[in-house]
């Protein structure tokens, strides 16, 4: 089994090689929305069929070829990362042969209730937990995790992870409709985020062919509905909607005008500079958003800004 894929263009990490340890498709859930597919093993047990050296080996043969190749390094995988068992040892040898690297783990955050899971996590740059669900059921049903995994452990897992690791933690929360996304659900969700504290929350929805045919993910209009549940200037959305597929030039302008106003205020020739738009283009998105009470506008120090609406 090969170990690294990629690099793949991440947002904020460049070009990000891809780093897989788990065979597909092992894993402590089964997601409705997983994009590898079912989990053919759902398990809680830790596996090793993979040596560092490999993996050392494979990422030596890869900066020789490409000195310049990667901005980040990504433990990502069609299975959860935490199952393997030499995951400390690893990342720490990583650390220590590619020290200017930044090092992320993407993990479900299911295992982060073992004292010694966390502790292997500590040396990397950044972690990113997910926590879809603040409900057991509704985390049954998005999830569907190995029986013997309860709700409530995992979050005091990613709690006690908060408080021991140092690093930048940032919180994956992936929509999908209808079943994560309602209003008393996120309410819940969000004062998990607040107890947490994470420095980031990412929300994320279902992009690509999911596990089950009939799961939806969320569209631009909606995904902005969600971030105001979560505190601005920490929340991004991450996720490329849906709705976007079909609905040409204006909604993809809409779904990078609500991206861009998510971060801060900003004045119509801001954003046609920043997005690179047509004003007459970004005027009628504007009035769009605006009427369907989206956005909203203010005048602050003579100059008119659009911010977005309080829970829009
Ligand atoms: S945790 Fe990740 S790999 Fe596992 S089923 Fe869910 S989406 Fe797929």
Known sequence: MKTIFGPVPSRRLGRSLGIDVIPPKTCTYDCIYCESGRTTNLTL?????????????????FFDLHP???????????GEPTLYRDLGPLVLAIKEKFPSLPLVVLT?????????VRRGLLAA????PSLDAASEDVFRRVNRPHPDLDLSLIIEGIERLREEYPGSLHLEILLVANV????EELEKISHLVKRIGPDKIE????VR???REKTRGLNAHQMARVAGFFPRGRTDVIGTFEGCREGGGDE??????????????CTLPEMAASLGAHRPDLHRVLSRLCRDAFLKRYVFNEREYYCLSERT
């Open 45 to 61: 047990e830790q596996q090793c069929g993979i040596s560092i050296r490999q993996v050392l080996e494979e990422l030596e043969n």
């Open 68 to 78: 310049d190749g990667a901005d980040a390094l990504t433990f990502s995988s069609a």
């Open 108 to 116: 479900n955050g299911s295992l982060l209730w073992k004292p010694e």
């Open 125 to 128: 740059d950044r972690i990113v």
């Open 180 to 183: 994560n996304d309602h209003p």
């Open 203 to 206: 929300l994320n929805t279902v």
């Open 209 to 211: 062919p999911p596990a």
């Open 252 to 265: 993809n302008l809409e779904r990078r005008v609500l991206g861009l106003l998510m971060r801060r205020p």
